[in-house]
Protein backbone atom coordinates (compact mmCIF):
# COMPACT_ATOMS: atom_id res chain seq x y z
CA UNK A 1 0.00 0.00 0.00
CA UNK A 2 1.09 3.57 -0.91
CA UNK A 3 0.38 6.50 0.98
CA UNK A 4 0.19 9.77 -0.49
CA UNK A 5 0.11 13.42 1.66
CA UNK A 6 -0.33 16.63 -0.05
CA UNK A 7 0.90 19.67 1.55
CA UNK A 8 1.52 23.57 0.04
CA UNK A 9 -2.17 24.83 -0.86
CA UNK A 10 -3.58 28.22 0.09
CA UNK A 11 -4.62 31.73 -1.07
CA UNK A 12 -2.38 33.37 -3.62
CA UNK A 13 -3.43 36.45 -5.91
CA UNK A 14 -2.89 36.35 -9.81
CA UNK A 15 0.69 36.20 -11.09
CA UNK A 16 1.73 34.51 -7.69
CA UNK A 17 3.38 31.20 -6.71
CA UNK A 18 2.76 28.44 -4.81
CA UNK A 19 5.05 25.29 -4.21
CA UNK A 20 3.27 22.18 -3.37
CA UNK A 21 4.67 18.84 -2.06
CA UNK A 22 3.65 15.33 -1.97
CA UNK A 23 4.75 13.17 0.67
CA UNK A 24 5.06 9.17 -0.56
CA UNK A 25 5.01 6.21 2.26
CA UNK A 26 5.01 2.86 2.30
CA UNK A 27 6.27 0.76 -1.06
CA UNK A 28 9.61 1.73 -3.18
CA UNK A 29 8.52 5.39 -4.13
CA UNK A 30 11.41 5.46 -6.72
CA UNK A 31 9.92 2.87 -8.48
CA UNK A 32 6.53 4.90 -9.34
CA UNK A 33 5.97 7.62 -11.40
CA UNK A 34 4.36 9.98 -10.06
CA UNK A 35 1.56 12.69 -11.39
CA UNK A 36 -0.67 15.72 -10.28
CA UNK A 37 -4.29 16.35 -11.61
CA UNK A 38 -6.50 19.04 -10.25
CA UNK A 39 -9.85 19.25 -9.80
CA UNK A 40 -12.24 22.76 -10.04
CA UNK A 41 -15.73 23.15 -8.90
CA UNK A 42 -18.37 21.52 -11.08
CA UNK A 43 -15.87 20.02 -13.66
CA UNK A 44 -13.62 16.64 -13.74
CA UNK A 45 -10.41 15.94 -12.77
CA UNK A 46 -8.19 16.88 -15.55
CA UNK A 47 -4.38 16.11 -15.66
CA UNK A 48 -1.36 18.83 -14.84
CA UNK A 49 1.67 17.07 -14.88
CA UNK A 50 3.57 13.78 -14.43
CA UNK A 51 7.09 13.04 -13.98
CA UNK A 52 8.93 9.33 -14.36
CA UNK A 53 10.44 7.48 -11.98
CA UNK A 54 14.05 8.44 -12.78
CA UNK A 55 12.61 12.12 -13.20
CA UNK A 56 14.33 12.11 -16.33
CA UNK A 57 10.99 12.14 -17.96
CA UNK A 58 8.14 14.85 -17.55
CA UNK A 59 5.07 16.31 -19.71
CA UNK A 60 2.60 19.18 -18.88
CA UNK A 61 -0.92 19.53 -19.61
CA UNK A 62 -0.82 22.61 -22.36
CA UNK A 63 -3.03 25.19 -19.48
CA UNK A 64 -0.03 25.13 -17.24
CA UNK A 65 3.42 24.06 -20.01
CA UNK A 66 5.59 27.34 -18.53
CA UNK A 67 4.13 28.28 -15.86
CA UNK A 68 4.59 25.00 -14.04
CA UNK A 69 7.31 22.73 -13.03
CA UNK A 70 6.88 19.06 -11.42
CA UNK A 71 10.24 17.31 -10.16
CA UNK A 72 11.05 14.60 -7.63
CA UNK A 73 13.40 13.87 -5.32
CA UNK A 74 13.32 9.76 -4.81
CA UNK A 75 15.88 9.99 -1.39
CA UNK A 76 12.97 12.33 0.48
CA UNK A 77 9.84 9.73 -1.62
CA UNK A 78 8.64 13.61 -2.10
CA UNK A 79 7.58 14.75 -5.68
CA UNK A 80 6.64 18.75 -5.97
CA UNK A 81 4.51 20.82 -8.03
CA UNK A 82 6.28 24.45 -8.64
CA UNK A 83 3.68 27.13 -9.56
CA UNK A 84 4.21 30.28 -11.06
CA UNK A 85 2.24 32.94 -12.35
CA UNK A 86 -1.35 31.44 -11.30
CA UNK A 87 -3.98 32.65 -13.09
CA UNK A 88 -7.77 32.27 -11.65
CA UNK A 89 -8.42 29.18 -13.31
CA UNK A 90 -5.71 27.49 -11.70
CA UNK A 91 -8.23 27.49 -8.48
CA UNK A 92 -8.67 23.62 -8.15
CA UNK A 93 -8.08 20.94 -5.00
CA UNK A 94 -4.61 19.75 -6.58
CA UNK A 95 -4.12 15.69 -6.40
CA UNK A 96 -0.76 14.13 -6.14
CA UNK A 97 -0.95 10.75 -8.08
CA UNK A 98 0.70 7.67 -8.04
CA UNK A 99 1.30 5.19 -11.17
CA UNK A 100 2.95 1.63 -12.01
CA UNK A 101 4.44 3.65 -15.00
CA UNK A 102 4.81 6.77 -16.54
CA UNK A 103 2.18 6.09 -19.27
CA UNK A 104 -0.17 5.64 -16.62
CA UNK A 105 0.86 8.79 -14.73
CA UNK A 106 -1.45 11.19 -17.31
CA UNK A 107 -4.49 8.88 -17.54
CA UNK A 108 -7.18 9.21 -14.90
CA UNK A 109 -8.70 6.02 -14.62
CA UNK A 110 -4.88 4.11 -14.98
CA UNK A 111 -3.55 5.76 -11.39
CA UNK A 112 -3.05 3.58 -8.86
CA UNK A 113 -3.04 5.74 -5.68
CA UNK A 114 -3.88 9.17 -4.73
CA UNK A 115 -3.39 11.99 -2.14
CA UNK A 116 -6.48 13.37 -0.55
CA UNK A 117 -5.64 16.66 -2.38
CA UNK A 118 -4.68 20.19 -0.98
CA UNK A 119 -6.76 23.73 -2.06
CA UNK A 120 -5.40 26.03 -4.10
CA UNK A 121 -7.37 29.06 -4.65
CA UNK A 122 -6.13 32.16 -7.06
CA UNK A 123 -7.85 35.79 -5.86
CA UNK A 124 -7.80 38.65 -8.37
Known amino acids: QVQLVERGGGLVQVGGSLRLSCAVS????????MGWFRQAPGKEREFVAR????????SYADSVKGRFTISRENANNTVYLQMNSLKLEDTAVYYC?????????????????WGQGTQVTVSS
Open 97 to 113: AAARNYARARELKSVDY
Open 51 to 58: ISWSGVST
Open 26 to 33: GRTFSSYA
